[in-house]
């Protein structure tokens, strides 16, 4: 079971923070969005995914060889209205922005 402390924890990276504005809100991205918008390497971009993973934030779906990713619709209520409240600041604070789809089909 998540608790704050482990959200807070969770969420204390920038990269990882920049993951889950740009998955909030989204029915599924794939990991080759999520690294064409971080612009970072699939690798780190898969290590922080597996953290958040980790904590529950995010599940996962492998089609072929992609990974797609979406934050957990089962979060506890009060994780899910920490997230609705955090993600517009942070994403604007971070200027992330979600690009088409690059390399694959939902």
Known sequence: ???PSQLCKCLGDDL?????????????????????ALEAPQSTVSRHLAQLRQCQLV???RQGTWMHYRINPEL?????QTLASLVPPACQALSLTLPVSACCEN
């Open 1 to 3: 079971m998540l608790t």
């Open 16 to 36: 990882r923070l920049s993951l889950v504005c740009l998955l909030h809100g989204q029915e599924e991205v794939c990991v080759c969005d999520l690294v064409d």
């Open 59 to 61: 599940v996962a779906r």
């Open 76 to 80: 506890p209520d009060w994780a899910q």
